[in-house]
């Protein structure tokens, strides 16, 4: 019970059983993931992690998101320190939370306004409650199979969730118009928002960035119907476009919500939303205890800074097309069905033909077990850690965990 | 925008209300308080508070709660910082989640496992889920005007919240054994859960513990109906029993939400639950992205392990009760009608015949004007940094805050 002391995953994974239901929860849970994953984790720096059996990983999940400027980030970090030397929750927010607002406003072209919360999931409910307040009507529409967060209204179980708790939304598919004509026709007088992901980024589909004419098509139902659209960035923030994902497609949302990378692994969420919305927001009541806390502002306001200052999404998009087109190589020359989808800095790696997923999970499995930590199924993250070695050799355990596919 | 700058109280809410939707929100919103009380912090230490303004107060909000040791406690914050320069938010939790949860089911008597987040809010609702789960029924006891949270289905306000998220709840008034019998016959054979605060802690209203009476009845409903009985210990937790605020009453629950102090101030929240909601905790999907990050959980461990060493719950009540007994004979030497009511650790400050709050805002103005943060209708939280001087300092104030009551 030394804080320090070391346990094999193995051993905490059994004294786990006993204390913590089922012995994890969430998506972090390994025996949800092909055997072999670890579950913990003893540290992390750079784009590298190391589990709690000491082995080290080229990691490509970064935490699922948060972290963007890599494990550790010393100027990040130093910031942090800064203002955990003054004090971190306190009666009110610091001087961070009027800085780290300002920043959010000056680099998100559709924000007038920003608020703060801990998780995704706060961000997105904010979201849906603002649309409803200045609205004043009920229905959401939201994308069939979506991940927006893990409470009864959103969490992608119906266990423990009542029939209520989603009364009011209906459902399109994602890039299709027609289904998001049909879904705001049915609520029509009673539209409140329209939410859409970053890009659809469902857990084990190919991933698709949004086409122009449906980014375009939910504005102007939205427009037409005086009802909020909104981008659940929570995933892709930051990664795409300092602007927001949405950017990337000349439309911009009335809100959107914000969390993981923003503050590099700081728990930090963030809403941010136009004029059109603000008298909404400040109706609503939404708290958290932790929710002014300065040092996760203090880290969000020096990693957009370092974001914009390095020009991370360029170099992001370059270390991702680099490991996308290496991978391609290797997935022609060895003749497996590898088929790459998202944005290049955001993508899915996924085998035709592999509904039971034994192509990919032997894919990752082996990539594993060479120092590389993949996922068969999830949106993988690069960093600004990842430099042109970690993808060189990143790609040198991909083609032999390729080699092993081709034989199956 | 320099990161270590100083404005004052009033340039940042200026610079706020551009940025900020109404400047503020939620509970820390100082607008919705009586002018005069600072919205900006600069930082904190022990038990005091300093505002952006500069002005020193003896502190008696703690933060809202999560300050059970004192702001910056060495012993917290030197384990935090052990665990931040291995890893914080990782692709899986660190070996502190199985220490954590070992520690809080050594601690806490009803408990045979435990999750984590990172709200308050998340604990209640994950409480709500796994009740759900666990007996395939719907109806949720809940008093009448008591807090456990900020989303839809709990927040104090219903703005933007729709009818169908509140579908399933039923209201008893606490203490009150026959409204919360009619209530349980009410959803007879459809009751998944009784929620019960640690004590009556309702904004503005005179605070209660729990009756034995009140408790015994909550308990053998929830068994006779087969349902959880679940205490929101979120406000009180580790203030008034390390075992659970039900302790005090003879009373185990079958779950109990907990957050705010757990980890003196890092953000974090857990749920605990025996064993006849382990399988309902075991199938729901809850989770975060920042759930299983190691450094507020080293904090955690380090608050548990200190509170238990230095016996802070004797020492907060001997200091509660210190500062209960100042104010009571200052009150009667002044002839103004002050009611205390609540646990002396953590008290409500109230007056008679003050509908208006003149009397309570007046009181509360003068000690802010002295340097002793008080609040005029939230339930304040004594710590274990604050000492007999601190009390003997703050009393001082007091005397002539209640003077001016007096005057009135």
């Known amino acids: 019970m030394d804080q320090q002391s070391k346990s094999s995953d193995g051993a905490l994974r059994a004294r786990a059983m006993r204390v913590i239901p089922g012995g994890m929860w969430g998506h972090q849970n390994a025996p949800r993931m092909p055997a072999g994953y670890p579950q913990y984790f003893e540290r992390a720096q750079g784009c590298r992690t190391w589990d709690a059996d000491g082995r080290e990983y080229i990691d490509f999940i970064c935490g699922w998101g948060p972290t963007i400027l890599g494990y550790g980030d010393a100027d990040v970090e130093a910031a942090a320190d800064r203002q955990r030397a003054l004090g971190d929750a306190m009666n009110g927010p610091s001087e961070r939370l009027v800085e780290l607002a300002e920043l959010m406003v000056e680099t998100v072209p559709h924000a007038d306004w920003a608020m703060f919360s801990k998780n995704g999931t706060d961000a997105t409910t904010a979201c849906l409650t603002i ?8 229905k959401i529409l939201v994308a069939r199979g979506a991940y927006h967060g893990a409470i009864p209204w959103c969490s992608p179980s119906v266990v423990g969730v009542t029939d209520e ?12 118009v027609e289904s998001l004509e049909a879904a705001a026709e049915e609520c029509r007088g009673d539209l409140a928002a329209i939410l859409v ?17 449906f980014a375009q098509k939910a504005r102007a139902l939205a427009d037409s119907a005086d009802a909020a659209l909104i981008v659940d960035d929570v995933r892709a923030g930051f990664r795409l476009d300092m602007g927001g994902s949405w950017e990337l497609v000349g439309v911009r949302p009335d809100m959107a919500a914000w969390s993981k990378a923003i503050a590099n692994g700081h728990a930090l969420a963030a809403v941010t939303g136009n004029d059109r919305f603000r008298e909404g ?17 203090a880290a969000a306001i020096a990693t957009i800074r370092k974001l914009s200052a390095v020009d991370a999404v360029v170099h992001m998009r370059a270390m991702g097309q680099r490991f996308r087109d290496g991978l391609d190589a290797q997935a022609k020359r060895h003749s497996v069905p590898l088929r ?4 290049v800095q955001m993508p899915v790696l996924l085998f035709e033909s592999d509904a039971d997923r034994r192509l990919g999970d032997t894919f990752c499995l082996e990539a594993l077990a060479r120092g590389v930590y993949l996922h068969p199924s999830h949106t993988l993250f690069l960093s600004a850690a990842h430099r042109e070695t970690d993808i060189d050799m990143a790609l040198a355990a991909t083609d032999e965990a390729l080699a092993a596919v081709a034989r199956l």
């Open 340 to 343: 790459q989808s998202g944005p």
């Open 281 to 297: 927001a400040t109706r609503i009541f939404t708290t958290g205890s932790f929710w002014t806390a300065g040092v996760s502002m």
């Open 197 to 213: 992901s970053a890009f659809k980024h469902d857990l084990g589909k190919p991933h698709e960035l949004p086409t122009v004419a």
């Open 165 to 176: 708790d989603r009364a009011h939304l209906l459902y399109y598919d994602y890039n299709n």
């Open 131 to 138: 649309a409803r307040a200045g609205t004043g009507r009920r």
